[in-house]
């Protein structure tokens, strides 16, 4: 059975491979991702000569996991809960998703929290979690200057203490 690997899967599989721990062997990303270790090894060599499956005809779009549908998502759900594991890989790989997707969506679906964005409201949302960071950030840094200023008006009271119990001695 040949399976065929969206142009998605295989960009992530080689960047998954390229940014392993150095203790980690393409072998194990390899096992990881449920495909053969020499598919991987090939998609890396194709890669570095940036001949990794060359577009032909117009250029497909691929398709995010966050742009399915409630729909696609739940028949994709349903489609794959019978298969082994090795069968939801293999149709994982040829939509273009990776099987903690699925789970992703198999526990969104069970909790009541399945939701789809737009793309206006990801890019809201990636603006507020920009915002949330810079002002956490700003907040480490306040704190940090108010231990600063905390620390100085310690030394400074001490000293003044050390000052007067000099000239209490001098008398």
């Not at 969506?105 to 920009?130: C, I, P, V, Y």
Request: glycine share 4%; aromatic share 6%; hydrophobic share 35%.
């Amino acid at each position: 059975m040949s399976v065929k690997f969206s142009r998605a899967f295989k960009a992530e599989s080689v960047r998954k491979a390229l940014n392993r721990d150095p203790t980690t062997s393409i072998e194990v990303v390899a096992e990881g991702l449920g495909i053969p270790k020499s598919n991987l090894y090939r998609w890396v060599e194709l890669a570095q000569k940036q001949e990794l499956e060359p577009r032909r005809g117009a250029p497909e779009k691929e398709r995010s996991p966050n742009d399915w549908s409630l729909e696609e998502r739940l028949n994709f759900v349903i489609r794959c809960e019978t298969l082994n594991s090795e069968q939801v890989n293999a149709n994982c790989r040829e939509v273009g998703v990776y099987p903690h997707h699925l789970e992703r969506w198999k526990h969104s679906f069970f909790t009541g929290d399945a939701t789809t964005m737009n793309s206006e409201e990801r890019a809201e949302r990636k603006k507020l979690k920009q915002e949330n960071q810079a002002l956490k950030k700003e907040l480490r840094r306040k704190d940090k200057a108010l231990a600063e200023a905390a620390a100085l008006l310690i030394l400074q009271k001490k000293v003044q203490e050390l000052w007067s119990r000099g000239e209490e001695d001098l008398q």
